[in-house]
């Protein structure tokens, strides 16, 4: 679960080239993580 965290934070810090796929990928995974 730290693994994902630690993505969804890396995508949150580097704001270089986030998608819009990326984020709602991010948004998914943050759902899941809740569930």
Sequence with gaps: ???Q???A???SAGK???T???R???EM???ILSL
Aim: no cysteine.
């Design 1 to 3: 679960m730290k693994r």
């Design 20 to 22: 819009k796929r990326q």
């Design 16 to 18: 270089k080239r986030v």
């Design 5 to 7: 965290m630690s993505f």
């Design 24 to 26: 709602f990928l991010a």
């Design 29 to 31: 995974e943050k759902v």
């Design 9 to 11: 934070e890396a995508e």
